[in-house]
């Protein structure tokens, strides 16, 4: 006779088999995941049983009590062995009286489980299996992942250590496993493929020709220890493993959503960049960006590390709720802390409890409550003010600079008050003895590629598709002689209220004019305007402020002193020019960052051969302005970024945090007022092998409960990613899954002793990558062998290394190296490289994007400006998230857009350019010499004898094709003048070292970490 619950299951199952389709169908069904054969010795609960239940039963019959099917619980050993009138699910050692068991082995189709309809059938060998555990006492464990961390023995290594490796203890954990399967065994890698690896693994850059050679010939027993100490030591191992990390904390210059503003977010950047390469404990590192606004006396460098959580997107429509998207915040930080740091998709609990893990939906909740205490709500909220290089630290005499240049500003500041007070230039006169010259300009532009039209008397109008703080850059010929540039403002129907502006009243503020001529820029050294704004002068225009503009609303006072004075009419500012420039091309850039959307609608450029002379009061006043803006101007030159201050988002809680309540199915218009305010907490389970979290009760709290050194969990992540960026996969190949849907480590072993390490070594990632780096493991070959293929085709015990192709970042910085054209500079403000035309053509808004000349070109890409919205194509095209959330792995392609990147866009081209310049300034010039050198620069090795036949036709048949056509040398050498180029070499020759250049950016093993 069966016991109620079951006849419960019987009427459940009829009655849901006809409400859902067959595939839903979960009930019972167990199926066997990942299981080794029925075999003699005792069964592993966490290994061989739950993947079972997980996968097929725990949806219907697990934690969600809100959706149990007939009250039957199977994923703690309380619900499965609990007796019901007179009869159990399961009874340890009885499987013969297991009702579990009898109804998964009925052949009536009322009562078998799983339901005869469902696609996922049990077969005879996972029937024994389950049997079996039963026969064995039905034994439950903690899940693995949530347990306290074991101190397994560590297993003899099967070899001595080779060519200076000095192996690791993590060595015998997997020759251990490859002896008992009968694996190969990878020799070690020729010296030349680890130090490329190395430097790719860890620096994400080539080492150069010489680096290796002298490594080749290092006959040191620790030589490849002291390498492996060179390069964590280098500055460029925090930029490399800072990408890794600003991945997961979804690292963006922009706001997101449909406008898509761009933020300031660098300094967040330089932090992380900082702690690396200092070794920052990772402890340390999870409590400064979690709660570092918390510590006591918290410092400027604390503060900008909380930065983490304000990487949330803010949205910047108008008429949004504030309060909609702060809550859409609290839940992105809540699910990015449960991915990150523990590895768990705890996002999943917002409307409900997890259907697979330990996480209720309250649980999710008293999370939430950790940072419902947050003062931002979709808005910048509190910023701190970074200069460029603090996070690095600034010298003493910077610091001094940097003091007196905000003395100056201040003062400055109170000059421009007085000159505009003071000024009397009215009505657009200059004196008659000044005749201006309009100019024509040979290009315009703006920095979106949006629309510029020029008109017939030489002016330029502008569109309104514009980015909303977009600049505008035009050139034409500079006359002998000239003194002075005017910018002259003019009305158009097209424009709002007939402009000349295109805010929305018609008005703009423009905040910088400067001048540029080759590789030099030049500053303006004196202005002044027919009219200005009260508050925003002419002088604002030239300050190299961007919080300051020149702009032309009229004020009442104004009116009342000249009522024929308007705002939508032409106007002027006329600008002193430096003696400095030459005749020839020079181009005027016109910046709009003070406020969105406030450009100049149209606009028109004349220049004259002499200073006009202001007619102003307040002449004594202008040469104390001009004095100081020269000694500022000074100064600027002296110290990083020219002194200029960023404001950096940062974390900072309100003095009474609102009230925290469980939100029904996470509506926040919906909370569950009965049940009361939830106080914060983690879940339950998670605390296994930290003991109880009850006095929990903020963020500092929370980031010390994660790395507290009982916390096997945060461990076991952390150590699992790192073993996955130098291996391919984790040792849990589900590295964002810990929970019971997740694989189970392919040794359990392994990872403990590596977790367990981490923290014996204080939280130290050198450490930790010292461990791995020092592996034989790590330094064997990657070739795959027959044998090897055969008996391990995936790789998963690693027998040898991986061969993996680099992330999309790595693969310009690897052209950037190999061309000799890279800027090491560490940090700063990103940058814009070059990119195609028509990147933001179908954005809600256009993107200011002033392409970079000089050193800035040629930055590593984790510089680059990203925009959620239209992110940089080559990241797109190599598989780069947009980062509206967090990416704990990326998931890479192979696709013939990324192969016409390489080869056809004209970034790449140019840094073909540059590796040809950096082979032909050799003396051989021979094309195998030319080969040879690009080929120890590019892939840290010599030339087959097959690859010197191919490319010596390669060479003479591309040379014989630009022969043929000097047209196709013209548009190649085009883009490349700023190279230069031997004098006793043929264009031709040239051009085809070049396309020798781009072959060998072309290949596979470029591109990818053997």
Not at 957 to 982: D, G, T, V
Request: with cysteine; proline share 7%; charged share 25%.
């Amino acid at each position: 006779m069966y016991s109620q619950f079951f006849r419960d299951l019987t009427n459940w199952n009829r009655r849901e088999s006809r409400h859902r389709p067959a595939i839903g169908l979960a009930g019972l069904a167990l199926c066997l995941l990942m299981v080794p054969a029925v075999a003699s010795e005792k069964l592993d609960y966490n290994r061989d049983v739950r993947p079972i239940l997980s996968n097929k039963c725990f949806r219907c019959h697990g934690f969600d009590d809100k959706n149990r099917a007939a009250g039957l619980r199977l994923d703690m050993a309380e619900g499965a062995l609990a007796e019901r009138d007179g009869a159990s699910a399961i009874v340890p050692h009885a499987p013969e009286k297991s009702l579990l068991v009898e109804r998964i082995e009925t052949s009536d189709v009322d009562l078998k489980m799983p339901p005869p309809e469902s696609p996922q059938q049990l077969t005879t060998r996972e029937i024994a299996l389950l049997k079996q555990w039963i026969r064995e006492g039905a034994e439950y464990q903690p899940h693995w992942a949530f347990a306290p961390l074991s101190k397994p023995e560590i297993p003899v290594s099967m070899a001595t250590p080779v060519d200076t490796v000095p192996g690791s203890p993590l060595d015998g954990f997997i020759e251990k496993d490859l002896l008992a399967k009968g694996i190969p065994v990878a020799p070690m890698a020729s010296r030349a493929v680890r130090i490329r690896r190395l430097y790719l693994d860890v620096l994400g850059i080539l080492p150069s020709p010489e680096e290796v050679d002298r490594f080749e010939q290092d006959a040191a027993p620790d030589a490849w220890e002291k390498l492996v100490d060179q390069v964590l030591a280098s500055p460029h191992y925090g930029e490399r493993w800072g990408r890794h990390w600003l991945d997961q904390a979804r690292y963006a210059d922009s706001n997101g959503y449909t406008i898509d503003g761009a933020r300031v977010m660098w300094p967040y950047r330089d932090w992380v960049i900082q702690a690396l390469n200092a070794d920052m404990p990772f402890d340390q590192f999870t409590i400064e960006q979690l709660a570092g606004d918390l510590l006591p006396n918290a410092s400027k460098k604390q503060l900008v590390a909380t930065a983490f959580h304000r990487n949330t997107m803010i949205n910047e429509e108008g008429g949004v709720k504030a309060d909609q998207f702060r809550h859409e915040a609290m839940v992105d930080r809540v699910a990015t802390t449960g991915s990150v740091w523990l590895g768990l998709s705890i996002g999943c609990a917002q409307c409900h409890t997890h259907k697979y893990d330990p996480i209720t939906h309250e649980d999710f909740h008293r999370l939430y409550a950790f940072f419902n205490a947050a003062k931002d709500a979709n808005n910048q909220a509190d910023t701190v003010p970074v200069y460029v290089n603090e996070v690095f630290g600034l010298t003493p005499a910077q610091e001094a600079l940097l003091a007196q240049l905000k003395a100056l500003r201040i003062e400055q500041g109170k000059l421009k008050e007085a000159v505009g007070k003071e000024s009397k230039v009215a009505n657009g006169s200059d004196p008659a003895s000044v005749r201006w010259h309009r100019v024509e300009f040979k290009q315009f532009a703006a920095g979106s590629n949006g629309e510029l039209v020029q008109l017939p008397d030489q002016s330029l109008l502008a569109s309104r598709k514009l980015a909303e703080n977009d600049s505008y850059e035009v050139t034409f010929d500079w006359p002998e002689k000239t003194r002075a540039v005017k910018i002259v403002v003019l009305p158009h129907e097209s424009l709002p209220r007939q402009g000349p502006g295109l805010a929305s009243n018609g008005n703009f503020v423009l905040s910088d004019v400067s001048l540029k001529q080759k590789d030099r820029s030049y500053r303006f050294e004196q202005a002044f305007a027919d009219h200005e704004q009260p508050g925003y002068t002419a002088s604002h225009a030239i300050d190299n402020d961007p919080q300051s503009g020149w702009a032309i609303n009229v004020s009442a006072d104004q009116t009342k002193r000249n009522p024929q004075l308007k705002m939508n009419s032409r106007h002027e500012l006329v600008l002193k020019a430096s003696q400095e420039v030459e005749p020839g091309p020079v181009t005027i850039v016109l910046r709009h960052d003070r406020n969105a959307h406030y450009l100049v609608g149209r606009f028109a450029v004349e220049v004259a051969d002499q200073w006009p002379e202001s007619t102003t009061s307040s002449s004594q006043i202008q040469q104390q302005l001009a004095e100081i803006n020269e000694q500022i101007r000074r100064l600027e030159a002296q110290v990083p970024g020219a002194g200029r201050e960023y404001l950096q988002m940062v974390m900072q809680d309100l003095p009474k945090p609102p009230p925290t309540y469980l939100l029904l199915r996470g509506d926040f218009l919906n909370p569950d007022l009965p049940r009361g305010e939830l106080s914060p907490g983690v879940p339950g389970a998670l605390t296994v092998s930290t003991g109880p979290a009850d006095k929990l009760k903020n963020r500092l709290d929370l980031a010390r409960w994660l790395v507290s050194n009982d916390n096997a969990l945060t461990a076991r992540v952390f150590v699992n990613r790192v073993w996955m960026r130098y291996f391919g996969r984790g040792i849990v190949e589900t590295e964002n899954d810990f929970g019971m849907q997740g694989s189970l480590p392919f040794s359990p072993e392994l990872l403990d002793w590596l977790a367990g390490r981490f923290i014996e070594k204080k939280w130290s990632m050198k450490s930790l990558h010292k461990e791995i780096l020092l592996s034989k493991t790590y330094c064997r070959e990657s070739r795959i062998t027959s044998s090897a293929l055969s008996k391990d085709p995936q790789n998963r015990a690693l027998g040898r290394q991986q061969r993996l192709r680099v992330d999309a970042e790595i693969v310009r910085d690897l052209m950037l190296s190999a061309s000799g054209l890279l800027t090491p500079t560490i940090g700063g403000p990103s940058v814009f490289p070059p990119q195609p035309a028509g990147v933001f053509q179908f954005t809600q808004n256009s993107k200011p994007w002033n392409e970079e000349q000089g050193e800035n070109r040629y930055r590593r890409t984790m510089y680059t400006m990203f925009y959620r919205s239209a992110p940089y194509p080559l990241l797109a095209t190599f598989d780069a998230p947009d980062f509206t959330s967090a990416c704990t792995r990326r998931q890479p392609s192979s696709t013939p857009l990324q192969a016409l990147s390489v080869a056809n866009d004209p970034m790449f081209l140019e840094m073909a350019g540059g590796l040809a310049q950096r082979v032909l300034q050799d003396e051989s010039r021979d094309p195998e010499a030319i080969a040879h050198a690009m080929w120890k620069i590019c892939l840290s090795r010599g030339m087959s004898t097959a690859e010197s036949e191919i490319v010596a036709k390669f060479f003479e048949a591309e040379k014989q094709r630009f022969n043929r056509s000097p047209e196709q040398i013209n548009e190649l050498l085009k883009p490349m003048k700023r190279f230069s180029w031997p004098a006793d070499l043929s264009k031709a020759e040239i051009a085809a070292t070049i396309s020798l250049a781009r072959l060998v950016f072309n290949t596979d093993e470029f591109i990818t970490r053997n």
